[in-house]
């Protein structure tokens, strides 16, 4: 996945439109969509860097899909986690807080 496809997706996690995007950062709504829709277009760094932390997120991971921050496992565990229906979501959410009680 590229910037356009990160940056959809974190959109859609953080359930923003692109037009509060483009109001929170300053940046043109038209110029948001196209980095959205056009998988070839990348933002001036700058412009990266608005959109990242508009976001809570770093512009390694709307460029690559990866937060080095983050340990791998937990980014494939987000990743697939992602990916589910809202009803598997909680039961996984259930899951990993009850592992976590029996654990500590």
């Known amino acids: 996945m ?13 359930g923003m439109l692109k037009k509060e995007l483009a109001a929170i ?12 829709r056009t998988k070839s277009s990348m933002p001036p760094a700058d412009t ?23 340990p791998k496992e937990v980014s494939i565990i987000a990743r697939n986690i992602l990916t589910l229906n809202k009803r598997d979501k909680i039961l996984i959410t ?8 029996v654990n500590n």
Do not use: C
């Not at 990266?48 to 512009?59: D, E, S």
């Not at 899951?95 to 009680?101: A, H, Q, R, S, V």
């Open 48 to 70: 990266a860097v608005r959109i990242a932390k508009a976001l809570g997120v770093t512009v390694e991971y709307l460029v690559t899909g990866e937060d080095l921050s983050i």
């Open 94 to 101: 259930a899951l990993l807080k009850t592992m976590n009680n």
């Open 2 to 14: 590229g910037f356009g496809d990160n940056l959809k997706q974190e959109l859609t996690y953080k």
């Open 25 to 36: 950062t300053g940046i043109n709504k038209r110029a948001i969509d196209t980095y959205v």
